[in-house]
């Protein structure tokens, strides 16, 4: 029996090497730099060195040193401790925000690809006001909008990476929709006389999947980014949580007393960009769809 049961997982754990060795260089790079940023995340989430917003650490404006590895900011926090903690806060928001702009922007996109008429005429001319503003420029101006309540608030800020992206996303999904429902399955459904969320959902979707998973992975590297700019203007998670963007403009005027204090959390950022970017790059080249850089 056990030699029966251990034969599926052999060829299951063949398959995988097999299309591990198969995949592009750019994805295996990307996958390799993302399992690191993930596993960094998980162990600052459960230990640092220091409390990440404990002062006295040491000396104020120390150097790099092996008890801190990334010096110490203005007022004796412990850099590395903070870079650590604030690994998994960057991921949690730029996931969670790129899916919520994911269902959102899926569903709008699809419903108006399919259905079209007056309803996709309202939807686009949103869609299009959304997208003619700047990404940065619709933020701030969302958070603004929400007033003070909200401020520095992690929901708002998966609220407001969502929408930014929505718009962007229901361009690619309508556009993928409007081919698919060309096609004759599609038919063969509204003859069956199936309604229009079950063909868009379990005709379209499925469908569709490919273009809008390399999407998903698109906005995701856009995702810490934008977090990272916000922060970096004082408009993302409220101090003393240590997101990488808001780290990076707290040690800003200490760039030349102390540059490994902004360089930690700044090649953070970077090379968890750089992997996103790769990752998407080589998810597009094993599907074989393009993504829409740009945007």
């Known amino acids: 029996m056990s030699t029966i049961a251990s034969n599926p997982s052999r060829r299951f754990a063949r398959f995988g090497a097999e299309r591990w060795h198969a995949a592009p260089g750019p994805f295996k790079v990307g996958a390799v730099i993302l399992a690191t940023h993930v596993l960094f995340a998980i162990v600052g989430f459960f230990w640092t060195p220091y409390g990440f917003a404990e002062m006295g650490a040491g ?9 801190h590895p990334m010096g110490l900011d203005q007022i004796g926090r412990d850099v590395f401790s903070r870079f650590m903690h ?4 960057v991921l949690l928001l730029a996931f969670a925000g790129t899916i919520l702009g994911m269902v959102a922007g899926t569903t709008l996109g699809l419903l108006s690809g399919y259905v079209g008429g007056w309803f996709d005429e309202i939807a686009q001319r949103i869609v299009e006001a959304m ?30 990476v969502g929408l930014v992206y929505a718009p962007r996303i229901a361009r690619i999904a309508r556009a993928a929709a409007m081919e698919i ?3 004759e399955y599609v038919a063969v459904a509204e003859l069956r006389g199936e309604g229009t969320w079950s063909i868009v959902f379990r005709e379209i979707l499925p469908n569709a999947a490919n273009v809008l998973l390399v ?15 916000l922060g970096f203007l004082g408009f993302g998670i409220r101090p003393p949580t240590p997101e990488w963007g808001l780290m990076i ?7 030349i007393a102390s540059p ?16 996103f970017n790769l990752f998407t790059d080589g998810l597009s080249r094993m599907l074989g769809q393009r993504p829409v850089a740009g945007a």
Request: hydrophobic residues 60%.
């Open 86 to 89: 604030g690994a998994h806060i």
């Open 181 to 183: 429902a060309t096609r």
């Open 260 to 275: 490994v204090t902004v360089f930690g959390p700044g090649l953070g950022l970077a090379s968890l960009v750089i992997g």
């Open 215 to 229: 999407e998903f992975s698109l906005r995701l590297s856009y995702a810490p980014i934008l977090i990272g700019a």
């Open 59 to 67: 000396l104020p404006l120390s150097g790099a040193s092996f008890q």
């Open 249 to 255: 403009s707290e040690n800003r005027n200490l760039l």
């Open 131 to 160: 997208i003619s503003i700047p990404f940065l420029a619709l933020a701030l101006v969302m958070i603004i909008a929400a007033g003070p309540a909200l401020a520095g608030e992690p929901v708002l800020i998966v609220l407001v």
